[in-house]
């Protein structure tokens, strides 16, 4: 396949690859052998993922996840060009991931090669944090390493036998994907800030209520829901990485208010956030 592939990070048992596929006419790509264990977030595009009786249909908001030692395909769908995260585990590390997860049915059945999940607010808000931190540098070792084993634990959680979701149907792709992806990386870039259902919509160049049921369509939950769980992911990362004040935790992730972020937190993790930081094992700052 024609694609541009730069290791954007490399750590003791994984590295992180940005992949953007450069095919501008070809159909299906030729077989491809993996030898590695893969969590794939979508970033931008459609293509169908092809591996041994399933055909795994890709966009954003969507998670690959690949066993090593398989064939695949692609097939492009969607005219934009495809780009993903790719978190590629080394080959000991598979055998320890085995160890813990080896009782789920995805790694028991040797015909089950890959399979595809829609991931949450949250799972995608680790992705863009973790990316964030690998580009700025902003990030420890440490604190790097733990966003991506939270990433494989989320992930791996939510595995189930793949079914396309029928809701999504390949002229709502064609015509509305670029907004959802537009949507997502405007919110990511901006959820800190008092953004409006308008401004997100404006920025998508669709009306706001258009909008409201596309994104709904996608992602099952409302904008403001799905911009609320970014804020609270973010705010449970500062809890458990740092010791800054409630009200410094609460204002940087984009809440008017502590009170109303201590409601919200308390709703989303079952305790106060003075709580949760109790509970939680901070790492000591640098």
């Given at each position: 396949?024609?694609?541009?592939?730069?290791?954007?990070?490399?750590?003791?048992?994984?590295?992180?690859?940005?992949?953007?596929?450069?095919?501008?006419?070809?159909?299906?790509?030729?077989?491809?052998?993996?030898?590695?264990?893969?969590?794939?977030?979508?970033?931008?595009?459609?293509?169908?993922?092809?591996?041994?009786?399933?055909?795994?249909?890709?966009?954003?908001?969507?998670?690959?996840?690949?066993?090593?030692?398989?064939?695949?395909?692609?097939?492009h769908?969607?005219?934009?060009?495809?780009?993903?995260?790719?978190?590629?585990?080394?080959?000991?590390?598979?055998?320890?991931?085995?160890?813990h997860?080896?009782?789920?049915?995805?790694?028991?059945?040797n015909?089950?090669?890959?399979?595809?999940?829609?991931?949450?607010?949250?799972?995608?808000?680790l992705?863009?944090?973790?990316?964030?931190?690998v580009?700025?540098?902003?990030?420890?070792?440490l604190?790097?390493?733990?966003?991506?084993?939270?990433?494989?634990?989320?992930?791996?959680s939510?595995?189930t036998?793949?079914?396309?979701?029928?809701?999504?149907?390949?002229?709502?792709?064609?015509?509305?994907?670029?907004?959802?992806?537009?949507?997502?990386?405007?919110?990511?870039?901006h959820?800190?800030?008092?953004i409006?259902?308008?401004?997100?919509?404006?920025?998508?160049?669709?009306?706001?209520?258009?909008?409201?049921?596309?994104?709904?369509t996608?992602?099952?939950?409302s904008?403001?829901?799905?911009?609320?769980?970014?804020?609270?992911?973010?705010a449970?990362?500062?809890l458990?990485?740092?010791?800054?004040?409630?009200?410094?935790v609460?204002?940087?992730?984009?809440?008017n208010?502590?009170?109303?972020?201590?409601?919200a937190?308390?709703?989303?993790?079952?305790?106060?956030?003075?709580?949760?930081?109790q509970q939680v094992?901070?790492?000591?700052?640098?």
């Amino acid at each position: 396949m024609d694609a541009d592939i730069h290791t954007l990070y490399e750590s003791d048992f994984y590295r992180i690859m940005d992949f953007r596929c450069r095919c501008t006419d070809c159909r299906t790509s030729k077989p491809e052998y993996n030898a590695t264990f893969c969590i794939s977030f979508v970033r931008k595009g459609n293509f169908l993922f092809n591996v041994f009786r399933r055909s795994l249909d890709s966009y954003t908001g969507c998670v690959l996840v690949t066993k090593p030692n398989y064939e695949r395909t692609v097939t492009h769908t969607h005219d934009v060009p495809d780009e993903c995260t790719i978190f590629e585990f080394k080959k000991d590390f598979f055998g320890s991931l085995l160890e813990h997860y080896g009782g789920i049915p995805f790694f028991q059945d040797n015909d089950w090669h890959s399979t595809l999940i829609k991931t949450s607010a949250e799972t995608e808000f680790l992705h863009f944090h973790i990316v964030k931190l690998v580009l700025t540098r902003s990030g420890s070792k440490l604190q790097i390493d733990n966003a991506v084993i939270e990433v494989i634990e989320k992930v791996l959680s939510n595995i189930t036998d793949y079914k396309p979701d029928l809701k999504i149907n390949p002229r709502l792709k064609k015509n509305h994907l670029i907004t959802l992806e537009r949507a997502k990386e405007y919110m990511a870039d901006h959820f800190t800030e008092d953004i409006s259902l308008l401004q997100i919509a404006t920025h998508c160049y669709v009306s706001p209520f258009h909008f409201s049921r596309l994104f709904k369509t996608f992602t099952s939950a409302s904008p403001h829901q799905y911009l609320l769980t970014l804020r609270l992911k973010n705010a449970e990362l500062l809890l458990r990485n740092t010791t800054q004040p409630m009200a410094d935790v609460a204002f940087t992730s984009g809440f008017n208010s502590v009170e109303h972020f201590t409601a919200a937190f308390k709703q989303k993790y079952n305790c106060p956030p003075a709580t949760y930081r109790q509970q939680v094992e901070a790492p000591t700052l640098k």
